[in-house]
Nanobody, 124 residues
Framework: VQLQASGGGLVQAGGSLRLSCAASGRSFSGYVISWFRRAPGKEREFVGGINRSGGTYYADSVKGRFTISGDNAKNTVYLQMNSPTPEDTAVYYC???????????????????WGQGTQVTVSS
């Protein structure tokens, strides 16, 4: 499966932004799809993910502000970012792993397929 992330840009703190992760080659319904981010000078960080049943799991840092959803017809997963803060500034990546146990896992090494990153910059 190939992944294409898009939707990044500049957003004001407290605003909203929606990132998209379009899958091609195969239906994403057989995969767990997650979002990661890497801020300057920091390690890659798990943001949240969605399993094949539509169940979601989020990092504490974004819980209640970010929402992940999937559109099977468009083969696309979305990351809705509400009330972002400057601390959310990073390059955001989507990644996929075979569903297997259908659990969203937070370790990047478990994900085989990665999209290119999309830059999100939150201004104060």
């Amino acid at each position: 499966v190939q992944l294409q992330a898009s939707g990044g840009g500049l957003v004001q703190a407290g605003g909203s932004l929606r990132l998209s992760c379009a899958a091609s080659g195969r239906s994403f319904s057989g995969y767990v799809i997650s979002w990661f981010r890497r801020a300057p000078g920091k390690e890659r960080e798990f943001v949240g993910g969605i399993n094949r049943s539509g169940g979601t799991y989020y990092a504490d840092s974004v819980k209640g502000r970010f929402t992940i959803s999937g559109d099977n017809a468009k083969n696309t997963v979305y990351l809705q970012m509400n009330s972002p803060t400057p601390e959310d500034t990073a390059v955001y990546y989507c990644a996929a792993k075979f569903a297997g146990s259908n659990r969203v896992v937070v370790t990047p090494d478990n994900y085989r397929y990665w999209g290119q990153g999309t830059q999100v910059t939150v201004s104060s």
